[in-house]
């Protein structure tokens, strides 16, 4: 059944904070070294916005309150920082303690910057690399700072592009992995796009110590606008888009780099439909050739094998935008009607659990 | 052939001809909302081709009947406009024509901004400056910025001042020219829009959308019913015109005309008649606040009596969105969530 959103906040008033587990009892295990807990940026249902924490039972751990709707974040390698953006504009990023929730820091943007949601650290948690917009001119860039000296910024590389959006580390522990959506906007301008019929989206390869652009990848087409990233352990490079033309309009969504351009994945024709030509999030299993994508536009998740471009699940999730790697190769996909779903490969998909938040964009 | 095997092949008829039914009733919902656009979007093309007309035969000849014939042709343009703002797809979406029409929020006073700037030029201000300044200054909010705002005609730059009547001229020639485009467009998308099954869904949520940006940011935030509990009448739209309220009946006169017709038919073709009527009768009682509420929603500021009629409205438009946005999205199987509508 469909629950609008005021019914769901109704529910969720009189249901207290906790899960709702369905046929188990514990929230799959996540792959190889992640924190245990489930951690994720939320619309609250009195309409403010968190951060919110749940252990395997399903428990709330922490939920600290931020003062914007947040989108993604990422944790501190060795460390126990949770850190979160503020969703674009983001004038700044929050710093928590994984454990308790405990605000360590909040990191504002420098005059005349703000983030754009993601940020990602160097394997040995000193370097935060967080993606950011000079908005005036328009310039996209990676701030640097240095976790060691309390979120110093301490760099600033040049992306030779307009809006950047999320950004990972390849396996080398050296590449930084970028999504370049090519899309212009200003904070005076709500979140209007002003360069539709001019934009450069890019798939950029940077190199995270000297800030060096070492590739540089067009999608097909300059609509294409290319947001999320994910690489697997090989270190096979994938980029999502989120398409700008028309909706009668059905480019593929998802590619990955291979003998040095990008090559497109273009499933059947109602598998294209469902995705609405937008994907929130794409992210590759690393003990497997799987890959997952989630469109809330089109409330559709699917996951296929990266070498053969074969689609092995899918599934009608409403409102659905994060994706978890879970342990034994299967992934979890989350909801903004907080519902938790388990996707393998050659099964339906199974309801996990329901949690009384509205989860936005990404897991972490 | 076996008594089971009939059931099957009845049942399976059954089900083919429901769904068929149910692709012919999203057709013809469709094809209702295409017509019933069309004819906004040309009665838009045609008010805002009178308003540059007007703007120029006031510019060359100022006279004391030219005016206010003038500040008539930019509300006729205007309550056009609010009659089709629901549409946030197709053509609407190309160089961001919805904001060209009308720049809003506006909570910089970018419109004020630009144009003292562009009253300020020496260098002419012709249709290539108008193409390249901006959102903010081509559309509704900067010709009434210039056509009402108290602090600019009483002074030098006020109507028929030269500059006035140049920038004036170009911005209402540019809205012109943008809304017979999006009339010919939208002509052109005709077929698109019919063979493409999931425009259905997106036509519903853009009602939706108009509804709930009409129920909380036109009308529950100048209102003080959210966030710091203070009225302010200068956040909401057309509030130099004082026209707020008129822009607000109109939108929903839009809605009923344009938006109506489609939603009904698709609640019909899932047995939802009796729904399909009780979100027609809520558009007459909204209907019915006006023309009491078509005062500027400052005036209805002033005194609680007067607040009352605002409430009235408010609760009648906050009925309206319940019905479309949870009943009727419900039955529909339409859901607008937390990250499809955000777009990251």
Known sequence: MLIHRRTLIKATVAGGMAATFTGCSLLPRKTGPQPERYAGAVGLPDGRFGVS????SGNVQWQAPVDTRCHSGCNRPGRKDTLFFERRPGWSFYVFDAETGQRRHRIMAPEGEHFVGHGVFSPDGRWLYATASRYQPGEGIVAVYDAEQDYKRVDTFELAGIGPHELTLHPDGNTLVIGLGGILTHPDYDRIKLNLDTM????????RRSGQIVGRFAPAHHQQSSRHVSVSTEGKVYVAYQYQGPLYERPPLLARIEDGQLREYRFDPETQAALGNYIASVVAHPENDLIAAASPVGGTAIVFRGKTGELVAKARITDCAGIQTLAGGDFLVSSGQGRLVQLSAGQAAKDIARLPVQWDHHLV | MQPITRLFFASALLVCTTAALGANADTQAREQWHGAIQNGY?????????????????????????????????????????????????????????????????PKNLVARKARYLLGTEAPVNAEVINQSGVAVQGFPMAEYLLFDEQLNSGENALPAAKNCEVLSAVTRHMARNARGLADSWASFKQHYLDTGPYRDTTIKAGMTALEILEERRLAQPMGLRGNGKRNPYITDAWRSGQSLMAVEATVAGLEKFYLPGLITSLKTD?????AERIQRQFEKVADNFPEAHAAMATLMESDERFRILQGLFV??????TLINDEAAVALGVVRGFNSSDGD
């Open chain 2, 316 to 321: 009648d438009v906050s009925q309206l969105s």
């Open chain 1, 53 to 56: 924490a749940f252990d395997r």
């Open chain 2, 271 to 275: 047995g939802e008649t009796e729904l």
């Open chain 2, 42 to 106: 040309e009665s838009l093309a045609t008010k805002t081709e009178q308003l540059a007309s007007a703007a120029v035969g006031y510019c060359n000849a100022p006279t004391s009947d030219s005016r206010p014939a003038l500040n008539d042709a930019w509300l006729d343009a205007f309550l056009a406009w609010q009659r089709v703002r629901f549409v946030d797809f197709g053509p609407m979406e190309n160089n961001n024509l919805s904001w060209q029409f009308q720049f809003w929020p506006d």
């Open chain 1, 200 to 207: 450069q989206p890019a798939l950029i390869l940077m190199d």
